[in-house]
Nanobody, 115 residues
Framework: QVQLVESGGGLVQAGGSLRLSCAAS????????MGWYRQGPGKQRELVAA???????NYVNSVKGRFTISGDNAKGAVYLQMNSLKPEDTAVYYC?????????WGPGTLVTVSS
């Protein structure tokens, strides 16, 4: 089992920045990939960014050039630097880990971007 805890959400004005952090505990050695998802008001949860064990990254088109994912899967740590935030980025952001034991989710952290 892997447990995830996010931090770093909050209220920011459009154009501002936030940095989200996620820390994993438990069977960290079982983690293959870590990533960030988000679910905005009335929307489905979507993948925002992912970090593979080899360091490969991928992003949803709407955040490319503005968000950067980084971290170390082997240590169970992943970060999301969010710049040039827009009101449409408002959502609950969830940390996710794909592990050999199954998937794991954090409780989420709210990001609110005011116009």
């Amino acid at each position: 089992q892997v447990q995830l805890v996010e931090s770093g959400g909050g209220l920011v004005q459009a154009g501002g920045s936030l940095r989200l952090s996620c820390a994993a505990s438990g069977n960290v050695f079982s983690i293959n990939r870590m990533g960030w998802y988000r679910q905005g008001p009335g929307k489905q949860r979507e993948l925002v960014a992912a970090l593979g064990s080899s360091g490969t990254t991928n992003y949803v088109n709407s955040v490319k050039g503005r968000f950067t994912i980084s971290g170390d899967n082997a240590k169970g740590a992943v970060y999301l630097q969010m710049n040039s935030l827009k009101p449409e980025d408002t959502a609950v952001y969830y940390c996710n880990a794909d592990t050999t034991l199954g998937g794991a989710w954090g409780p989420g952290t709210l990001v609110t971007v005011s116009s």
